[in-house]
């Protein structure tokens, strides 16, 4: 068996390549030999931006490799502004969403990924580059420009975006640049410097068009590149980018197949033993390919396909093909065995890109075990000595002929004389029995995005992926939870297998949508249930679904007497328990209370934890529990008790109706036996008293208001509850006020009593007898946490209802609408940006490749940075709108005149021009985050340093850097502007403060 201590493995791919799009498409066209280059007419060289004088040219050959849309960028993705991007090379880019694909393709979260990853990038000229050689560009913009152009500076670009910490480096050997950063990612892998590694390069020349033809050199004066052919006249230039991931191979998930086995590379320098510095070597390439298979510790014979460079030139050709043949034939490998492919004769020579270009067809052969025609191949170079060469050129698509496991080798040769090669294996077949049949237990599946159109992409694709079942949907929750980045825009879907997964992502009932806010995670409050909640079975879904609920849940049912608590654990699981029995108030008190103390400790172990707490009647004795004031096994006896004496109490009704709370005083005035139970809302209220008393008034007011009987057979929080009361105080009297650790709600006064506060236990015995004023609570809790989310801890809606209408925005934990409560509710409050730990509800599975983040954004083509540098044409920026800052938030400074009422100072114009001109952003608000905004360190430096110069003040970069809204930053100028104006005045005129 081989030793694969030093193999690498390579998890991740990403491939952006002129043709199809679709990876299998792309592959389909390749394995038949088709040409994806593109041939201009004139007007579409004209509309690219090519001079006349070129499109005239007859030396010119408008042919190339074209992939669509290479000025576009998804800035916002990556936190880079509009300006910034602007003045980036597209290569680099293309770069950054490559390495962001690879690494979700690898099933990494690109943003949160804690291994050590480095990244090795290569790219061509930049197309931008030549505008530094003007006298035409200001300081700011020739310094930007340079960063951005630079490639000393695209490797650190993606580690510093991607927070990556490995070793970040550029390799740049010319066309053999990219498969030199594999082998040297190997060895970074291997000698320990990283856990993972990113080798990336892009290639793409801006106007992507044609070349222009010179005698004696490489472009094809056709247009067409045929590697080997008797009819290769030279190569075509081509655009794209590709990305892979590497890893140890030791250390490669045990569970997801990689791409392919890097088993050996190398590289070596021709020297000065060839014709001329752009020649290339015999003895060169053919050592190159020695050292490879020296390293992989391979036979030569063991292969079965070689990507060549093939790059159809008259003098590359012959070489290659006669060095390959040389070490292949010393190795006894046999006439014609070993296929031979070239990628440029399809998509065109990529440069820097090349050699990830050809690796990347290299994993396609071996996985699908099938040889492309070699695309324009007519018949070989007579130039070629082929008798006896273990080469063959395939003129048709073929299956594997080579022995197994399938081994192929990958060239790759730059002007200058740097080569490299690189042995690569087809990816072992899985160990172990076959997988087991798909779980059908209910998990979250949960996307997200930067923008609602993305996200709809996104969910999409996914949904075409899982639509046949063949994917079981634990997998892909897992693989989306560990693999992908938690971005604004999200949706979620709790589904069981793939299909459900598929039908709610389309729309389905058990689909969550949102967006988390920008600041952070978002606070969740509690609302815990009262009497009338209750139903058969309620506790099944939750016990089912939240790890650690049923632990919880016998803890709490320990606490009752054994005989209660036989009688409620049996109404909690069994759906088919009477349901009028549950109804009383001996169960339904107990069950409501177990229900809601066990289910909000298992949402605090998921990652739910509330920022305050809020009961209604029965539920506040749990929310106070919840909160600290109560022992569990205190608050277990006092809710036995309250149910036994309540249960002693005089029959009675409850009456809920919608209307204007004031009207309640009109129907307890005209009947003295209604009292006001419960103020829910602005517009919901509760009636008590004897039935006769609320039947009467609910034939008046049906059909006028909506009015609702409630489940009780007691008149709670009316008179009739005096004898429990008192009950209560007595048995409360003797006990020390509890503690208060997480803010709750009061019934008896709405009022939020703060952590830390000691809290009479009687306040429960009064609870029991007064007007529940929920609805009070819940408009403080929303004046005091205007970002919580309300969840409903327990089953029902009118909590929520209630919550809803004074705006706050509200879940139900179980609506009693669906088979996989109550996982809905978490994905809708993940969706919002509540801290739900996705672990517990997309548990361990295998890691699958399922489509990736759909990249959008705006085109920053190069042209119009050309256009701006020359100062001709250049169109003005949109207005910003001028709206006036906001209060003050925490920059302790003077508030300036306003806006709006007063002339806008010079400072404000001139704070919004900065922002209009360095970050690229035509319209911001007082509250736009700098830094959200794609600003960072440097772009504050090239603000602070243009209102300096311009407004003529000191600024402080460090003030500035800290005042990170616009609204802020208008503050501290207008501050800055004050203290200058007091500072010129003469002392005896300065206004002396009152002693």
């Known amino acids: 068996m081989r030793d694969r201590a030093l193999d690498v493995a390579i998890t991740g791919v990403h491939a952006r390549l002129p043709g199809p799009t679709d990876p299998g498409a792309w592959w389909a066209a390749v394995r038949t030999g088709t040409v994806l280059t593109t041939r201009f007419d004139a007007d579409a060289l004209a509309e690219a931006g090519v001079p006349a004088h070129l499109v005239r040219d007859p030396s010119y050959v408008p042919v190339r490799g074209r992939v669509a849309d290479g000025e576009r960028f998804d800035a916002e993705l990556f936190g880079v502004s509009p300006r910034e991007a602007e003045l980036i090379d597209p290569q680099h880019r293309m770069m950054l969403e490559a390495t962001w694909a690879a690494l979700e393709d690898a099933g990494r979260d690109p943003l949160t990924d804690t291994l050590r990853t480095a990244v090795f990038a290569s790219a061509s000229e930049s197309s931008l580059a030549r505008l530094l050689a003007g006298d035409d560009l200001d300081p700011e913009t020739r310094e930007a420009l340079e960063a951005g152009v630079s490639r000393d500076f695209m490797a650190t670009r993606i580690a510093y975006r991607l927070g990556l910490r490995g070793p970040a480096m ?90 392919g086995v890097i088993l050996g590379s190398a590289v070596n320098n ?55 043949s040389g070490v292949l034939r010393e190795a006894g490998v046999r006439p014609a065995q070993i296929a031979v492919g070239s990628v440029k004769a399809n998509i065109g020579h990529l440069d820097a890109a090349a050699g990830l270009a050809g690796l990347h067809r290299t994993l396609m052969v071996l996985r699908h075990g099938e040889v492309p025609a070699m695309a324009g191949f007519s018949q070989l170079n007579p130039l070629l000595p082929a008798d006896g060469s273990p080469l063959r050129v395939p003129e048709a698509p073929g299956g594997w002929e080579g022995p197994e496991p399938r081994r192929a080798g990958v060239s790759s040769f730059g002007i200058g004389g740097t080569n490299a090669h690189v ?18 237990s209910p998990v979250i599946i949960t ?58 992502l389309r729309g389905g009932p058990r689909r969550a949508r949102g967006r988390a806010p920008a600041g952070g995670d978002r606070p969740v409050v509690f609302l815990l249930p009262g009497q009338g909640a209750q139903r058969p079975g309620m506790a099944a879904p939750l016990a089912a679904r939240l790890q650690g609920f049923g632990k919880l849940l016998e803890d709490v049912l320990d606490a009752f007497p054994e005989d209660r608590a036989a009688r409620v654990r049996e109404a909690l699981y069994d759906t088919a328990f009477p349901a009028a029995e549950l109804r009383g108030t001996l169960l339904a008190q107990p069950a409501l209370f177990a229900v809601g103390f066990a289910a909000a400790g298992a949402l605090a172990e998921a990652g739910v934890r509330p920022i305050a707490l809020a009961g209604h009647s029965l539920g506040e004795i749990t929310a106070a529990t919840l909160a600290g004031v109560l022992d569990p096994a205190a608050a277990a006896g006092l809710v036995a008790l309250r149910a036994e004496v309540m249960s002693r109490c005089p029959p009675g009704a409850m009456l809920a109706v919608t209307g204007e709370v004031a009207e309640a005083g009109r129907w307890t005035s005209a009947d003295p036996r209604l009292e006001l139970a419960a103020v829910n809302s602005p517009d919901g209220y509760v009636l008590s008293g004897p039935e006769a008393a609320v039947e009467e008034l609910r034939r008046r007011l049906e059909g006028t208001v909506p009015v609702r009987v409630l489940r009780t057979g007691h008149a709670f929080h009316s008179a009739a509850m005096e004898p429990a009361a008192e009950a209560l105080r007595a048995h409360l009297a003797d006990r020390a006020p509890g503690r208060v650790r997480v803010p709750f709600v009061t019934n008896v006064d709405g009022a939020v009593v703060e952590a830390g506060a000691r809290v009479p236990l009687t306040v429960f015995a009064e609870a029991a007898r007064h007007t529940v004023r929920f609805g009070d609570g819940l408009r403080a809790l929303r004046e005091r946490y205007p970002d919580a989310v309300a969840l409903e801890v327990g089953p029902g809606g009118a909590l929520s209802a209630a919550a809803t209408r004074v705006g706050v925005d509200a879940v139900r934990l179980l609506p009693g609408t669906g088979a996989h409560e109550p996982l809905p509710a978490l994905a809708q409050l993940w969706t919002t940006g509540v801290p739900v730990d996705r672990a517990a509800f997309a548990p361990a599975g295998s890691r699958i490749r399922l489509p990736g983040t759909v990249f959008g954004g705006g085109h920053f083509p190069v042209s119009a940075v050309r256009l701006r540098a020359s100062g001709a044409g250049t169109p003005a920026a949109p207005a910003a709108r001028t709206v006036p800052p906001g209060p003050t938030e925490s920059a302790g400074s003077a508030e300036p005149a306003d806006p709006a009422t007063e002339e806008r100072p010079a400072a404000w114009e001139e704070l919004l021009a900065a922002w209009r ?13 700098f830094y959200a905004l794609g600003g960072d360190s440097l772009t504050a430096i090239r603000v602070v340093r243009r209102l300096e110069g311009r407004l003529g003040i000191d600024l402080p970069l460090r003030e500035f850097m800290l005042a990170r809204t616009l609204g802020q930053q208008a503050r501290l100028l207008a501050r800055l502007a004050a203290d200058r104006e007091l500072e010129d005045q003469p002392l005896t005129s300065r206004r002396k403060e009152p002693r």
């Not at 060169?284 to 990507?307: D, I, P, T, W």
Request: proline residues 9%.
């Open 447 to 504: 996307l997200s995005a930067v923008r609602p159109a993305a996200l709809d992409s996104a969910a999409g694709r996914l949904a075409e992926a899982l639509a046949d079942g063949s994917v079981d949907a634990r997998d892909a929750a897992f693989s989306l939870r560990v693999g992908r980045a938690v971005l604004p825009e999200r949706l979620a879907v709790a589904a069981a297998t793939g299909e459900e997964a598929a039908a709610a």
């Open 170 to 259: 550029s390799v740049s050997t010319a066309c053999s640049s990219s498969l030199v950063a594999v082998h040297l990612a190997a060895q970074s892998l291997n000698s320990g410097d990283c856990d993972q590694a990113v080798v990336v390069a892009a290639s793409a020349r801006f106007p992507q068009a044609g070349s222009v033809y010179a005698r004696g050199g490489i472009v094809s004066p056709d247009g067409v590149c045929r590697p080997f052919d008797a009819g290769a006249n030279g190569t075509i230039g081509g655009s794209g980018v590709v990305a892979m991931v590497l890893r140890r191979f030791g250390e490669a998930p045990a569970d997801a197949a990689p791409h």
């Open 270 to 324: 021709d020297g000065p033993d060839k014709a001329g510095y752009s020649a290339p070597s015999p003895r060169g390439q053919a050592a190159v390919l020695r050292a490879a298979l020296r390293a992989a510790a391979v036979e030569a014979g063991s292969l079965g396909y070689l990507e060549a460079h093939g790059t159809g030139t008259y003098v590359g050709d012959p070489i290659e093909w006669s060095a390959t």
């Open 917 to 929: 001109d360095v970050l690229g952003h035509p319209a911001v608000e007082p509250d736009d985050d």
């Open 423 to 440: 042995i690569v294996e087809a990816p072992p077949p899985p160990v172990g029995d076959a997988p087991p049949p798909p779980r059908r």
